[in-house]
Nanobody, 124 residues
């Protein structure tokens, strides 16, 4: 069984930075995609960024391009989300998702396994 665990959330001031981590354990696989989604209270879960594990190809939502960077450390089996120049509208619970043969990484139903999320709060 795959286990997905996010960490790194917290309170940060607007303009600040934060790095999230996503570790995955359980069934080993090499060809998969990992993604970050976020959900604010009362809103839908939105795509943030994704990375293809075998070659590091990344995709971003327009709202975070130029501010967020997704990366991976294959030796640690961990994905990261470096968030810079944070804004109050980035406040949300951030979720890590893992999927096989993901053709449209922006769609939440493309992913099979999810973590419980980590809260990021940006104060103005």
């Amino acid at each position: 069984q795959v286990q997905v665990v996010e960490s790194g959330g917290g309170l940060v001031q607007a303009g600040g930075s934060r790095r999230l981590s996503c570790s995955v354990s359980g069934r080993p696989f090499s060809l998969h995609t990992r993604a970050w989604f976020r959900q604010a209270p009362g809103k839908e879960r939105d795509f943030v960024a994704a990375i293809r594990w075998n070659d590091g190809t990344s995709t971003y939502a327009n709202s975070v391009k130029g501010r967020f960077t997704v990366s991976r450390d294959t030796s640690k089996n961990t994905m990261y989300l470096q968030m810079n120049n944070l804004r109050p509208e980035d406040t949300a619970k951030y979720y890590c998702a893992v999927g096989l043969e993901v053709r449209r990484p922006q769609l939440h139903y493309a992913y099979d396994d999810w973590g419980r999320g980590t809260q990021v709060t940006v104060s103005s």
